[in-house]
């Protein structure tokens, strides 16, 4: 999608990839179906297990659903409501557990162990960073469509694996092209540990209202791809974040939230040198609670 | 677009044609800039001259910018600054007129007489109708790439232009297709007319939240063609709008007006037999004040 607006305030030519649009509302649908599928026939009886704050817990579920295999989520209990109720709306079962004294992975790995069930993880895996990376490979389509070749793309990171599928498709057709994750100010894992050439935690304290983008320090896997093809992460703040689910709301009419809205914001804030430019923003998902979205746009 | 989501709760299969993507924000850009395009090079210094407070107001400032025409706006002086900020954006200059006590048609007369401006009606003018008609081709030529024959088509009506071309172009291609007008309970005079099977005025008093849809008859030009085009108008109440916003928000992503949303709502509320159909819904436009937006998705 393009918007003249956002052209005009930008000064570059921008092409948004909307993808809570998707199914589920954010690209998380795409990782989750393609590692399901992967399971051969024969074991997925047990079904499968994930642990996430929230739209991989809806993308595992829906792909389950679909595939008609049983889907068990580990959820922290202060997830925000929608997406709790959108993952049991898919079918799944929802364990809950306490983010401060609870270990995730230890109680996806328990269930995991008793059920025979798969453990789908939310991005240190090659079949979800693959299926991710469709995103990537639509862009290169569309942008080949057009004639147009992208000069920068930007999509957020949390554990990295949507950049880093991204990255994969759109440098296989544009190598000159520079992709960049976006993450929440403070929550600079990747923008760390791309400058250090190798993995570093964020240093945040607290929470930032980009609650999709909250993971402590980039994935294994995707790191490896992502220190070979990306030019640099950015960042923007959450002051910046809520400008642009506002801008998203009232120029583009679409409905994304904090953690989506990332690399947009970079833009806006002019943290991004666009000008001139083609520019391809991933806007990831749109699953943000009514109460949240109702302060950010007024 | 399409939505599972959706589809589920129905029962049918179901279409969006998203309008609010379009530039402005809605469908009557389309209108606007096939009726400027059609003036004569030599007549366009006197430039255009309109009266609306809102959607066709953007429109016709949007074309006349790009085809570097001058555009007058006549607006009730109690319109958001909002709405009148984001007209005069494109360039356009704004008069504004007293609803209770000045007649805007006599204003906008006055002003293309002493300018030579050409008047641009919102809707009973057959390039007007020719441009929102272009909603129905696409529908038309997207619906045949997919292989699917729509059985029922809605769009909303106020003087009936948008749903006069979107008529049109369906049934052009699709005879056999019920194309629907949506009306605000109350302001339904498209129901009323199709019924009577001439142009009668809605008794409504008040208001409805359905800002764009408050027209009191149908256009004469446009009841012309909606008399012989349509099966039937159907209306839904201004709850109901309110809780198909709230579904666009929450389940699609996308951010409708309470105008565009009647066709939405009138599907979701079951006053349309739309079980086992294919259904398209056009979604007008998505430009609705924040403080509104956030009361009814809450």
Redesign the interface.
């Known amino acids: 999608?393009s918007s003249?607006a956002l052209d005009e305030r930008t000064g570059a030519k921008v092409f948004l990839k909307?993808e809570?649009?998707q199914?589920t509302?954010s690209f998380k649908f795409r990782g989750a179906f393609n590692k399901l599928s992967s399971i051969p026939i024969g074991s997925r009886g047990g079904g499968v297990v994930a642990f996430s704050s929230g739209n991989h817990a809806q993308g595992v579920a829906h792909a389950a659903q679909i595939l008609n295999m049983q889907a068990t989520i580990v959820m922290p209990a202060d997830a925000p409501l929608?997406k709790r109720q959108r993952t049991k709306a898919f079918g799944a079962e929802v364990v809950l557990y306490d983010r401060d004294r609870e270990d995730r992975e230890a109680i996806a790995r328990d269930i995991a162990g008793k059920r025979g069930a798969t453990l789908v993880r939310p991005y240190d895996d090659p079949f979800v960073i693959a299926g991710q990376g469709t995103v990537g490979r639509e862009i290169a389509e569309d942008m080949a469509a057009l004639g147009i070749t992208p000069d920068i793309v930007v999509a957020p990171a949390s554990g990295g694996g949507l950049i880093a599928g991204v990255a994969t498709a759109i440098k296989a057709r544009y190598p000159k092209a520079m992709v960049m994750s976006g993450e929440p100010e403070g929550f600079d894992d990747h923008a760390r540990s791309l400058r250090a050439g190798k993995r570093e935690p964020h240093h945040a304290e607290g929470r930032t209202i980009c609650d999709a983008l909250m993971a402590t320090i980039p994935g294994e896997i995707t790191f490896a791809i992502n220190s070979r093809l990306l030019t640099q992460g950015i960042t923007a703040s959450d002051a910046e974040v809520g400008t642009a689910v506002?801008f998203a709301?009232?120029?583009?009419?679409?409905?994304?939230e904090p953690g989506g809205a990332v690399g947009l914001a970079a833009l806006l804030a002019g943290r991004i040198d666009a000008r001139g430019k083609n520019v391809v923003i991933v806007l990831s998902g749109?699953n943000v609670d009514?109460?949240l979205?109702?302060r950010l746009?007024?």
Chains 1, 2 share one sequence.
């Open positions: 999608l003249p909307p809570m649009l199914r509302g929608s506002a709301f009232r120029e583009l009419k679409l409905v994304v749109g009514a109460d979205y109702a746009i007024n």
